[in-house]
């Protein structure tokens, strides 16, 4: 069974600057798809950028990157210039991409992020 | 126009009640999920259905089960409820052919046991 960690419960930034939050995960598989998902206080799942592990360039949404480090099975999110609005708490998940499996997603355990004006 | 939408967004209820938590896509999805989030914010997987395969979370204990009238709708039906059942629940929808593509949300709905 895959796993997905998140080691950092909380992180904070001030506002404009850059953080990037930390992924590991865990599978014996070589295809699969990771994510970032954003949880603002209203509760709804939103993605932030998707990256597909066949693919080697890091996937980016302006001004949020990804580090995607396939051998060391580390997927990281970088925020650039922080905005008020990114403040939420953020879920690192996991999804085979084999035919036939399951499609559901595995998630990690969250890292709250504050910034800071 | 919401493309995943659940109801109630809220319930409350006793302990032993017997409950349903509507979901419905217009995205013309074929596959749908639902997902528990506990108090402490971990999102785990309950269910994934689509018209042809039903998987089942073992952990789910079988008071719980989903129920699904169409393509469109992934009800989940809830039995002699439990306090620790008290979580938010989020329905969830994707397209099952196109692989890789994301899951989209429902806005969750809140259940407190009492």
Same mark, same amino acid.
């Given at each position: 069974?895959?796993?997905?960690?998140?080691?950092? /419960? %909380?992180?904070?930034?001030?506002?404009?600057?850059?953080?990037?939050?930390?992924?590991?995960?865990?599978?014996?598989?070589?295809?699969?798809?990771?994510?970032?998902?954003?949880?603002?206080?209203?509760?709804?799942?939103?993605?932030?950028?998707?990256?597909?592990?066949?693919?080697?360039?890091?996937?980016?949404? @302006?001004?949020?990157?990804?580090?995607?480090?396939?051998?060391?099975?580390?997927?990281?999110? &970088?925020?650039?210039?922080?905005?008020? $609005?990114?403040?939420?708490?953020?879920?690192?998940?996991?999804?085979?991409?084999? =035919? *036939?499996?399951?499609?559901?997603?595995?998630? $990690?355990?969250?890292?709250?992020?504050?910034?800071?004006? | 126009?919401?493309?995943?939408?659940?109801? /109630?967004?809220?319930?409350?209820?006793?302990? $032993?009640?017997?409950?349903?938590?509507?979901? %419905?896509?217009?995205?013309?999805?074929?596959?749908?999920?639902?997902?528990?989030?506990?108090?402490? &914010?971990?999102?785990?997987?309950?269910?994934?259905? @689509?018209?042809?395969?039903?998987?089942?979370?073992? =952990?789910?204990? @079988?008071?719980?089960? /989903? &129920?699904? /009238?169409?393509?469109?709708?992934? @009800?989940?039906?809830?039995?002699?409820?439990?306090?620790?059942?008290?979580?938010?629940?989020?329905?969830?929808?994707?397209? *099952?052919?196109?692989? $890789?593509?994301?899951?989209?949300?429902?806005?969750?709905?809140?259940?407190?046991?009492?």
């Amino acid at each position: 069974a895959q796993t997905v960690t998140q080691s950092q /419960p %909380e992180m904070s930034v001030q506002e404009a600057e850059t953080v990037t939050l930390s992924c590991t995960y865990d599978t014996s598989e070589s295809d699969y798809y990771l994510f970032w998902y954003k949880q603002p206080p209203s509760r709804q799942m939103i993605l932030v950028i998707r990256q597909e592990a066949y693919k080697q360039q890091n996937a980016t949404e @302006n001004r949020f990157s990804v580090n995607f480090q396939k051998a060391a099975k580390s997927f990281s999110l &970088k925020i650039s210039d922080s905005q008020l $609005g990114d403040a939420a708490m953020y879920f690192c998940a996991y999804r085979s991409a084999l =035919t *036939g499996s399951a499609r559901q997603l595995t998630f $990690g355990s969250g890292t709250q992020l504050t910034v800071l004006p | 126009d919401t493309a995943v939408s659940q109801t /109630p967004k809220y319930l409350v209820t006793q302990m $032993g009640n017997d409950k349903s938590i509507k979901c %419905e896509q217009n995205l013309g999805h074929d596959t749908m999920y639902w997902y528990k989030q506990d108090s402490k &914010k971990f999102l785990k997987i309950m269910f994934s259905y @689509n018209n042809k395969e039903l998987i089942i979370n073992e =952990t789910v204990p @079988n008071r719980f089960s /989903p &129920k699904s /009238p169409d393509k469109a709708h992934l @009800n989940l039906h809830i039995n002699s409820l439990e306090l620790g059942d008290s979580a938010v629940y989020f329905c969830a929808s994707s397209q *099952g052919v196109l692989e $890789g593509y994301e899951q989209y949300f429902g806005p969750g709905t809140r259940l407190t046991v009492t």
